[in-house]
Structure formats: structure tokens, C-alpha cells
């Protein structure tokens, strides 16, 4: 992160976590956002194209606070995409799906990142070569911060995806009186988050998952699979 420039100087980690976090701006969360506008448009509404949101492009998806925040301090957000639900055969059904979109993404981001640490280790496992023990870095932390979006956005709270989710079991009048709430939530989250009480057990989970991923990953590699 930016901020770790200037406390601690430069080191290799640093620009590494830099790099990610650069990257996560620029192609992770407009692949996150896409994913959505895709799926939304396959499902009957195209909002997501009449916005100018189904695109590849970060300048379609960003926000400039949001993109800030990922840089300083580690996370942030996107602009949400504008979805109308009645153009749904199922509205409720279309919602979770489209919801279900962006996370997913995420996950199988995830994967390919940890099959590239993968490969990039055992292909250069042997030379010491710092460009390939920087990509295997760059690939293990890339995979971290995508299970990490996927987990977060499937909390079942507004405004994250997994609340759109919760629209599917909950009867509408409870849902929409939860929403009015939004704002309040978005700052309770944002507390918890800096205060740490919310963050170490997510970190946990986020752990635990990331084992999973390249333990699955790494089985056709035996004992040259990358470890976490």
C-alpha cells in the first residue's frame, strides 16, 4: 500500500503488495463489476448495457474514492452496477444470480492465480530467479485478495452482493425495512473493519479458504505445489 512508503520505506514486499493493489483497481474489481453487467444482460435487462457497464474498461466500473481507499488503506469498492430487476423473468431469482456473479468471478480468479504460482514455481524452481519468486508472490497475494472480495461481498447485509442473496429468503416487506438501514450499515461495517474486531476473524476465514484453493491447485504438482 501506498502508506507503507512512507512508514517503513521502500522494500520489495511493499512494491510487490503495490503492484496488487494497483492491479486490483485497474483489472480485478472492473472483471467483479463486468461479471454482474454480463449476467444481468443475459438474464433479460439491459441496464448494465445502457449504462455503458458491460465492459471490460476500469474507467466504466471505478470509483475515485473507492479506487483511493484500495491504494491507502488496503480496500475500498467499486461503482455498483444499476440493475432493474423486473426485467427478470424472476426477479428475486434474477437478482441472486446477478449477485452471485461478481463473487464468483472472484473465486475463479482465485484459482487461475494460484495455478500461475503454480507453474511459475515449479517452471523456475531451480534458477533462484527474483522475477519468478516476485510473479509467484504477486500471483499468491492476487488470489488472497480475490477470496477476500468474494467472501466480503457474500455477507448478507447491505449494500454487498450477498444482501441481494438474502432478498431470496427473506419476505420483501422484512428486506426492504433492512434496507432503509443501508447508510448506517455501510458505517458500522466500515468500524468494524478498522477497529479490527470484524477484520481478524475474516482474515481467518479468508486463510482457510485461501489452504483450500491451492491445496486443490497444487495437487497435480505433489510436493513443488506452492504451500500458504
Known amino acids: 500500500m501506498i502508506l507503507d512508503l512512507f512508514r517503513n520505506g521502500f522494500s520489495l514486499q511493499t512494491l510487490v503488495n503495490l503492484l496488487v493493489r494497483v492491479f486490483t ?9 463486468y461479471a454482474h453487467a454480463w449476467t444481468a444482460t443475459k438474464l433479460g435487462d439491459d441496464t448494465p ?4 457497464r458491460l465492459s471490460l474498461n ?4 471505478l470509483d475515485i474514492f473507492g479506487s483511493l481507499m484500495i ?3 488496503g480496500f475500498g469498492y467499486a461503482k455498483p452496477v444499476g440493475v432493474n430487476p423486473r426485467n427478470f423473468k424472476n426477479p428475486k431469482g434474477g437478482m441472486a444470480i446477478t449477485a452471485l456473479a461478481g463473487p464468483g468471478s472472484n473465486l475463479l480468479m482465485s484459482l487461475i492465480f494460484a495455478l500461475l504460482a503454480n507453474c511459475v514455481n515449479i517452471a523456475y524452481m531451480n534458477t533462484g530467479a527474483t522475477v519468478a519468486s516476485v510473479t509467484v508472490q504477486f500471483c499468491a497475494i492476487a488470489a488472497l485478495i480475490n477470496v477476500s472480495l468474494a ?3 457474500l455477507i448478507p447485509i447491505p449494500p454487498l452482493d450477498g444482501s441481494r442473496i438474502l ?4 419476505p420483501s416487506k422484512y428486506y426492504f425495512q433492512i434496507m432503509k438501514y443501508e447508510r448506517f450499515i455501510v458505517i458500522g461495517i466500515f468500524v468494524l473493519m478498522v477497529s479490527g474486531i470484524f477484520s ?3 482474515s481467518a476465514l479468508c486463510t482457510i479458504i485461501m489452504r483450500l484453493i491451492f491445496t486443490l491447485v497444487g495437487l497435480p504438482f505433489g510436493s513443488y505445489a506452492v504451500t500458504i
Open 151 to 153: 467472501l466480503f461481498n
Open 167 to 170: 432478498n431470496v429468503i427473506l
Open 200 to 202: 481478524r476473524p475474516f
Open 58 to 61: 476500469p474507467l466504466a466500473h
Open 71 to 73: 491504494l491507502l488503506c
Open 49 to 52: 448495457r445502457l449504462q455503458g
Open 25 to 33: 483497481v485497474f483489472c480485478i474489481l472492473p472483471i467483479h463489476e
